[in-house]
């Protein structure tokens, strides 16, 4: 099994909190086993990521920002190793249905 990277605890009460309404979307929408379990390990990495470049509130998000995520998956700026295209589509969904549970309208244009 490989090596955890990211934990739960490392979030802001605002990140776990996005990330449980996530998961209940997720679930509400009627996801896969498969989509809720990626919901509730790649939300993990995201928010961990997030408020590595410093955005510790979901709500902070920017364009730029979002931009400069998926260069550093790319690039292996993360604690990850370089992500693929692939990958970094999951992930890109999974943000999305972060962005839809917490009715973060503005991001979900831009992402």
Known sequence: MPKQLYMLNELTPEWKNLREKTIKYCKSK???????SNAERIS????????SMGIMQPEGITIDDFNNWIDGCRKGNFRSKELSEDTIAKRV??????CRAGSLKEQLEFI
Request: cysteine-free; glycine content about 0%.
């Open 93 to 98: 969904e999974t943000i999305r249905n972060m």
């Open 30 to 36: 009627n996801h896969s086993k498969n989509s809720i």
């Open 44 to 51: 993990i990495s995201i928010a961990t990521n997030m408020q």
